[in-house]
């Protein structure tokens, strides 16, 4: 009976070990491709756009990214300058989403940018474009979902336990985001999709690698979330929310609804465009003018978060006494020292007498 265990043992040891094996093959010949593509520089080309079309295309993302990273910017100043003037409670998940929006603004949509106006992205810019681009997408679910989570049950304090495991949850978004971003590099599934813009994942030979990849990636990085956010958005619409929400003071996590319907409605093309791949069994991609939307409307989604936190009145003040340098002078006249003067008399009786 032992060797009959003893056996089994071996075989599952064996099975792992030559599965080990392929996979670090696999991993190494990736990287192999992606060095390779480096030092050569190979060019990602696009076909030609029209060029109504493409300058159309060059306006939007231009006014897409100069909004995206002067707003953010600004947020990140007022968050920082400002902090006595308004009330964040939760200041973690807005970092965190302010810094996602910030990268994307300033590398995918300047790649996009650029690219539409060279023709094409160069390895190795092509592969870190894509890769970044998932980390973005994934951090920003994943800081909105916290957002709500801290939003139903209150204010941990920075040395509590919870905030421990709140800093751990953003961490892991990031972090997921780059893990499954790097996947398709190594395996040298990347290039250039001139309907969106940058580099992406195409999938030419394998639909159970296409099938296994995006199902992990949703059900981990997109699905998990939104399930939170909703269960949390449900919770709070019925009123199971902490103490700390009932104060006056108007938090600016109050926002947090329009954050989450902007993520919503943004990524809703691009949801839709892998719904649609994941659909066709002979690895074509959606449509050309889905693939084109779900960009522009995800990168749309960075420049409006810095206009959603404006909409909270005491962050809008703070922005604006922030911006507003000039000083107004005073309208009533302020005592600033007092000066003491002795004045002495001189007293005539014979003038006193006269009038007399």
């Known amino acids: 009976m032992v060797h009959f265990y003893t056996a089994i043992i071996e075989s599952i040891l064996t099975s792992i070990t030559i599965c080990c094996k392929e996979l670090y093959q696999s991993i190494v010949a990736g990287l192999q491709t ?34 995206g990273v002067v707003g953010n910017c600004l947020v990140l100043l007022v968050k920082v300058k400002c902090r006595g003037q308004f009330c964040c409670r939760y200041w973690l998940p807005f970092f965190s989403l302010t810094m996602s929006d910030l990268g994307c603004s300033l590398l995918i949509i300047s790649g996009s940018l650029l690219a539409m106006l060279t023709g094409g992205q160069r390895s190795p810019w092509c592969e870190v474009v894509s890769l970044l681009k998932f980390a973005f997408i994934t951090s920003s679910i994943g800081s909105i979902a916290i957002l709500c989570v801290q939003q139903l049950i209150g204010m941990a304090s920075t040395r509590s336990p ?51 990849y995006i199902l992990c990636a ?88 810095p206009l959603i936190y404006c909409s909270n009145q005491n962050f809008r003040e703070a922005g604006l006494a922030l911006l507003w340098t000039r000083r107004r002078p005073s309208a009533e006249p302020v005592l600033t020292s007092i000066t003491r003067n002795d004045v002495f008399h001189n007293y005539s009786p014979e003038i006193s007498g006269t009038q007399q």
């Open 218 to 305: 949703f059900s981990i990085c997109i699905f998990l979330p939104f399930l939170v956010i909703v269960f949390c958005s449900l919770l709070s619409a019925t009123g199971c929310r902490s103490r700390w929400n009932s104060d006056e003071e108007a938090d600016l996590s109050a926002v947090s609804p329009l954050l989450v319907a902007s993520y919503m409605l943004c990524y809703t093309p691009f949801v839709g465009s892998e719904l649609i791949l994941l659909g066709r069994m002979d690895l074509s991609p959606a449509p050309d003018w889905l693939r084109t939307l779900s960009s522009v409307m995800s990168y749309l989604d960075c420049s409006l978060n």
């Open 34 to 67: 992606v060095v390779s593509d480096w030092f050569n520089g190979t060019v990602f080309m696009e076909r030609p756009w029209p060029e109504a079309e493409k300058w159309l295309l060059v306006v939007v993302l231009g006014l897409e990214m100069v909004m």
């Open 162 to 212: 919870l905030f421990v495991v709140m800093v751990t949850a953003c961490s892991a978004s990031w972090v997921t985001g780059v893990v499954f971003g790097s996947v398709p590099v190594v395996y040298a599934w990347i290039r250039y999709d001139p309907a969106e813009m940058l580099c992406a994942v195409f999938w030419e030979n394998s639909y159970s690698d296409m099938l296994v």
